[in-house]
């Protein structure tokens, strides 16, 4: 488990590189409820976002991180989600063994910063300087982000700003049914600014240079290079966490005995977690073929969507329905121009 490891690499090397961020992790991760996610949710976390931005704004007011401190972690190298993700891993870097986030909420529960982890079996672990922050909540204001204050400090306008925002958006399968004020709503409800846990190297940073890199610079193409897509996929998760059809859970206590040989050697003690699974209701089950209804239909698949109801959230995965002996459907989803 990457927890188990980050806890490992405190005062390591590359935690007194970073002044101790990795170890201010390992001590967040220890009082957090800790989840290990499934392939499966991963990939379903991908298709969610690139779902539509509309349909996103719609549920995220009804979402919650279940706790102040939440640590989620998956494999980092999973074959489907690599083939999606934004940034394919390629041999200079390749994708990581495990990946992993620290989500720390306010008593809202809908406001807070998630800071990205991973590890790789050769490189052991790393973490990100830049947190995501985020504000769910209805109607909030725009959440601090270095490179919009950067924009507006060069001297660009507000309209400028959402001209620069739209035009990053276009071709985005996210964009399609979305307004502009869907996708300038969006994109102010999260924004990038170091992490809580690299405080101390923030602080070592400002005393040797007196300025912090900012957006321009090689280490910030760096830094949101190590996380591009990720909080759009720890966001999805979430998403997916509050979906009240699809997931379910099973806890995993840490191995006692395993755990007193460990202390009896020196190595610190494993931590518990909790699997987080898909789960396809009987709902999905027929409708994804033992219906009576659509059976007549040709064989095609219908794309995941949200469906907000008073009770809440709810995902319908991605499914193939109808008879394939009628003939199948094949086609892709287009973004119109």
């Given at each position: ?130 947190a995501c922050f985020f504000d ?44 502009e004020a869907d996708l300038v ?125 008073a009770s809440g959230v709810y ?23």
């Amino acid at each position: 488990m990457l927890a188990d490891e980050i806890l490992a690499a405190a005062n390591s090397p590359a935690d007194r590189m970073l002044v101790g961020a990795i170890s201010a992790l390992g001590i967040a991760i220890r009082q957090a409820k800790r989840f290990d996610l499934a392939p499966g949710i991963v990939v379903t976390a991908n298709t969610i976002s690139t779902s539509s931005f509309a349909a996103q704004l719609r549920a995220l007011p009804l979402c919650r991180v279940p706790f102040e401190f939440t640590w989620m972690e998956w494999p980092g190298a999973d074959p489907i989600y690599d083939a999606n993700r934004v940034g394919n891993a390629t041999a200079a870097a390749p994708a990581p063994n495990r990946m992993g986030v620290l989500i720390h909420a306010d008593e809202s529960r809908q406001k807070g910063s998630m800071t990205f982890a991973w590890s790789h079996r050769q490189e052991g672990v790393n973490a990100c300087p830049l947190a995501c922050f985020f504000d769910w909540r209805a109607d909030a204001p725009e959440v601090d982000d270095l490179s919009r204050s950067f924009f507006r400090q060069s001297g660009h306008s507000e309209d400028e700003l959402r001209q620069q925002i739209v035009a990053q958006s276009q071709g985005m399968p996210q964009v399609k049914g979305s307004s502009e004020a869907d996708l300038v709503d969006d994109r102010s409800r999260f924004g990038f600014n170091i992490s809580p846990a690299f405080k101390f190297w923030a602080e070592a940073l400002l005393r040797r240079h007196g300025t912090l890199p900012g957006p321009g610079t090689q280490e910030w193409h760096l830094w949101t290079s190590d996380i591009r897509g990720e909080p759009g996929i720890a966001r999805s998760i979430l998403l997916l966490l509050n979906s009240k059809n699809l997931t379910h859970s099973e806890e995993s206590p840490a191995p006692e005995r395993l755990n007193r040989q460990r202390v009896k050697v020196g190595k610190l003690p494993l931590l518990g977690h909790t699997k987080i699974r898909i789960k396809l209701s009987r709902a999905l089950q027929q409708r994804a073929g033992e219906g009576t209804q659509r059976e007549a239909s040709r064989f095609h698949a219908v794309r995941g969507h949200f469906k907000i109801r008073a009770s809440g959230v709810y995902w319908w995965s991605d499914f193939m329905r109808g008879d394939p002996t009628r003939g199948s459907v094949h086609g892709t989803y287009k973004v119109d121009d």
